[in-house]
């Protein structure tokens, strides 16, 4: 059993490390908060960390806000080679935010998932300036 214990953890791991690696928001391109933004299924999110947390900005075309009440959403972040898991609560009108334990280095790969309010599963990845 001790190996069947190692084979799911190791496939746990793999599934993990397949999210934290995949796709990544563009270099360079800026939302209007100043954060980096990437375009999924129609949808924007603009990732804005702070020395205590991390924010993220929904918006459709045009900037257009699209609301967060009733988001359930997270954020995976991987640093130094461990992962933690953020709670990410909504701020209206379009804002989802979570608390960091400490700040995030250069380099910390971040993947918000979840479910938005309408419905739409959202997945978006982004790496710390």
């Not at 793999?14 to 928001?25: D, E, F, H, M």
């Not at 459709?60 to 080679?81: F, H, N, R, T």
């Amino acid at each position: 059993m001790g190996r069947n214990v190692a084979a799911t953890l190791g496939s746990s791991v793999a599934v993990g490390l397949a999210l934290i690696t995949g796709a990544y928001a563009h270099d360079g391109v800026k939302g209007p908060h100043g954060g980096a933004v990437l375009e999924v299924a129609g949808h924007h999110v603009e990732f804005v960390p702070s020395a205590t947390g991390l924010t993220f900005f929904l918006t459709a075309e045009a900037d257009a806000p699209i609301a967060s009440s009733g988001a359930k959403m997270k954020a995976l972040v991987q640093e130094g080679g461990k992962t933690a898991q953020i709670e990410l609560t909504p701020v209206e009108p379009n804002q989802l935010a979570g608390k960091l334990a400490t700040p995030l280095a250069s380099g910390a790969k971040i993947v918000v998932t979840g479910i938005l309010s309408d419905g739409h599963t959202l997945q978006a990845k982004f790496v710390t300036p």
